[in-house]
């Protein structure tokens, strides 16, 4: 008789191996929350209103990567749902009190 205990051990390295993908996704998300106040408020600051018009697309496109990215971690559990806009709000402060 073969008693195979890799299935046994195999249990929390996976868990591990997801955490690490769990963490690794967060940390894509607000990075590009990060980016995406850092282009606000360049484009804030911009006198040039086409390049202002650009770098507040680029940031829309950092936001909705962003949500993307969470919505996949809402999915595998990892974070709660949210009411719309709060995200946005709190990247918006954080990176403005800078």
């Given at each position: 008789?073969?008693?195979?205990?890799?299935?046994?051990?195999?249990?929390?390295?996976?868990?591990?191996?997801?955490?690490?993908?769990?963490?690794?996704?967060?940390?894509?998300?607000?990075?590009?929350?990060?980016?995406?106040?850092?282009?606000?408020?360049?484009?804030?600051?911009?006198?040039?209103?086409?390049?202002?018009?650009?770098?507040r697309e680029?940031?829309?496109?950092?936001?909705?990567?962003?949500?993307?990215?969470?919505?996949?971690?809402?999915?595998?559990?990892?974070?709660?749902?949210?009411?719309?806009?709060?995200?946005?709000?709190?990247?918006?402060?954080?990176?403005?009190?800078?």
């Amino acid at each position: 008789m073969v008693i195979h205990l890799h299935a046994v051990t195999d249990v929390p390295r996976h868990a591990a191996e997801h955490r690490r993908q769990m963490r690794a996704l967060f940390r894509c998300m607000v990075v590009h929350l990060e980016r995406a106040a850092l282009l606000e408020i360049r484009a804030e600051q911009s006198a040039n209103p086409v390049l202002a018009g650009l770098l507040r697309e680029r940031a829309e496109d950092h936001r909705r990567r962003a949500d993307g990215v969470r919505s996949h971690l809402v999915a595998e559990g990892a974070l709660r749902r949210r009411p719309p806009g709060t995200l946005r709000a709190a990247a918006t402060i954080r990176t403005a009190r800078r």
